[in-house]
T-cell receptor
Framework: EPEVTQTPSHQVTQMGQEVILRCVPI?????FYWYRQILGQKVEFLVS????????KSEIFDDQFSVERPDGSNFTLKIRSTKLEDSAMYFC???????????FGPGTRLTVT | KNEVEQSPQNLTAQEGEFITINCSYS?????LHWLQQHPGGGIVSLFM???GKKKHGRLIATINIQEKHSSLHITASHPRDSAVYIC???????????FGQGTRLTINP
């Protein structure tokens, strides 16, 4: 069964460094998402991406964040200058046009020290 | 803004018990999702509902659109059902999912 994959599974970085989190969505999917979950808190929406542009973003998704689909298969989330409060589990998700069910990747645990 | 509330926050039961987890939301939605999150953190989609009822194995999900309420039931619960169960909704016209805080379910043998 096709699945969403994410790399790395765990990333440790120092405050102020740039990180890139990578996702490979399911191949025929059209809509892509990033979510994050700070330890002990709810999962929060960051951004959705369709047709090579951002279709919706949350207030969390400020200028420090960017997304890209560089080669038609990967979907990346870049954090330009990480802060301690960026430490969280980051989930990528994708879906086909219809049905609207989103399929989640296993997550990348980002630890900022 | 759509708020999603789940109850209970924590639930401990004995193997074989019938389990119910509830979810309420505040505004009109296009769809409601029930998700399962295991201790390792990965999220698995269990159901997507826009009306009525769905069943998959021992899991049953129902939704009442008028009352803005959904329930997830587990029949003949088993220790392997121990996980966090999360309700998430997609508002009409929106792309994003809004998540509840999750219900931590522990099934003891």
């Amino acid at each position: 069964e096709p699945e969403v994959t994410q790399t790395p599974s765990h990333q440790v970085t120092q405050m102020g460094q740039e990180v890139i989190l990578r996702c490979v969505p399911i191949s025929n999917h059209l809509y892509f998402y990033w979510y994050r979950q700070i330890l002990g808190q709810k999962v929060e929406f960051l951004v959705s991406f369709y047709n090579n542009e951002i279709s919706e973003k949350s207030e969390i998704f400020d200028d420090q964040f960017s997304v890209e689909r560089p080669d038609g298969s990967n979907f990346t989330l870049k954090i330009r200058s990480t802060k301690l409060e960026d430490s969280a589990m980051y989930f990528c998700a994708s879906r086909a046009g219809t049905p609207y069910e989103q399929y989640f990747g296993p997550g990348t645990r980002l630890t900022v020290t | 803004k759509n708020e999603v509330e789940q109850s209970p926050q924590n639930l401990t039961a004995q193997e074989g018990e019938f389990i119910t987890i509830n979810c309420s939301y505040s505004v009109g939605i296009s769809a409601l999702h029930w998700l399962q999150q295991h201790p390792g953190g990965g999220i698995v989609s269990l159901f997507m509902l826009s009306s009525g009822k769905k069943k998959h194995g021992r899991l049953i999900a129902t939704i009442n659109i008028q009352e803005k309420h959904s329930s997830l039931h587990i029949t003949a619960s088993h220790p392997r059902d121990s996980a966090v169960y999360i309700c998430a909704v997609r508002s009409k016209g929106a792309q994003k999912l809004v998540f509840g805080q999750g219900t931590r379910l522990t099934i003891n043998p």
